[in-house]
């Protein structure tokens, strides 16, 4: 996509279907399989890697204090389950400038 504008779901899956010589249904039955694992594996083990790409990290944020931005009023912020992804050092390398 040399043209600015980033990569859509059917430009990703008519890629895959190219290089790979499949079908764009089994590309997609494979994206939707690897995020059915990714959700189990975050939901068993707090945590899921793509090798040399991204890790994702189940983390539970503690209730805190905050503010409204439109009023200034504190509020107090619930905790909750975040998911945080991580970028491999591989890849962060080959994309940021030095």
């Known amino acids: 996509m040399a043209d600015g504008r980033r990569m859509g779901k059917t430009e990703l899956f008519a890629h895959f279907s190219d290089k790979f ?4 249904a089994e590309v997609r039955d494979f994206f939707d399989e690897l995020q059915s694992l990714s959700e189990a594996e975050l939901k068993r083990a707090g945590e899921f890697v793509l090798p040399g790409m991204v890790k994702l990290v189940r983390q539970e944020r503690q209730a805190r204090m905050g503010r409204n931005p439109a009023t200034g009023a504190q509020i107090q912020i619930p905790a909750k389950t975040v998911v945080k992804a991580r ?8 994309v940021l400038p030095s």
Do not use: E, N, P, Y
Not at 87 to 94: E, R, T, V
């Open 21 to 24: 010589g499949m079908k764009r």
């Open 87 to 94: 970028i491999a050092k591989q890849l962060k390398d080959a």
